[in-house]
C-alpha cells in the first residue's frame, strides 16, 4: 500500500472521491520508482504476461496507456482484433522483447476466448496489473455511499440522494 492509496483512502472516507492532490513533482517520482522497480523485477521475471506488464511499466505510468493506443496502430487491418502476426510486429515496433515461445504463450494467454485474435477488452484486462486491496476497499467505501437504498444497486434515486439532482 503505498502512501496514495492512503491518502486517496483518507479522502475517500471524508466523502471526497475524485481527488488528487499530488503534486506533479510527486507524480514524476513515483513514476520513476515504478519504472525502476519494473525493471529490477523483470530481471526475475519468467511469466510472459508479466514480463510484457513489466516493460511497460519500465516505461512509466504511461506504458500500459501507451500499449493500448498501440493496439490500434498494430491492428494493420483494422478489424478491432489483433492476429498473431499483427501481434508480433506490434510487439517488435513498440520494443518489446520477448523470445518467441514467450509471444506464442502471451498471445494464447491473451487469446481467452481461443477464436485466434486478440480483442482489444482481452488484451488491456489481461494486461493491466491487478488491483491493490486498498483500491477495492476504496470502491466498495464510494459504492455504499452512492447506494443509499443499500440494495446493490446505484439507481437515479441513490443518485440524487447523493448529488441534490
Not at 492532490?21 to 519504472?35: I, K, L, P
Not at 511497460?56 to 498473431?84: E, P
Request: glycine residues 8%.
Amino acid at each position: 500500500e503505498t502512501e496514495r492509496d492512503r491518502e486517496t483512502q483518507r479522502a475517500a472516507q471524508r466523502g471526497l472521491f475524485w481527488v488528487r492532490s499530488v503534486t506533479m513533482a510527486g507524480t514524476a517520482r513515483h513514476d520513476r520508482d515504478m519504472a525502476m522497480d519494473a525493471k529490477k523485477k523483470l530481471q526475475q521475471c519468467s511469466d510472459p504476461i508479466e514480463k510484457l506488464r513489466l516493460q511497460c511499466l519500465s516505461r512509466g505510468s504511461a506504458g500500459i496507456k501507451g500499449l493500448g493506443r498501440v493496439f490500434h496502430i498494430m491492428d494493420d487491418d483494422r478489424s478491432r482484433t489483433l492476429d498473431y502476426k499483427e501481434f508480433v510486429k506490434g510487439l517488435n515496433d513498440y520494443g518489446v522483447l520477448l523470445e518467441k515461445e514467450d509471444v506464442e504463450a502471451a498471445f494464447k494467454r491473451f487469446d481467452k476466448d481461443a477464436s485466434g485474435t486478440i480483442d482489444y477488452d482481452e488484451f488491456l484486462l489481461t494486461l493491466r496489473p491487478p488491483m491493490s486491496n486498498a483500491r477495492k476497499e476504496i470502491i466498495a467505501q464510494a459504492f455504499r455511499k452512492l447506494d443509499k437504498t443499500g440494495d446493490g444497486v446505484i439507481t437515479i434515486e441513490d443518485l440524487r440522494g447523493v448529488y441534490n439532482a
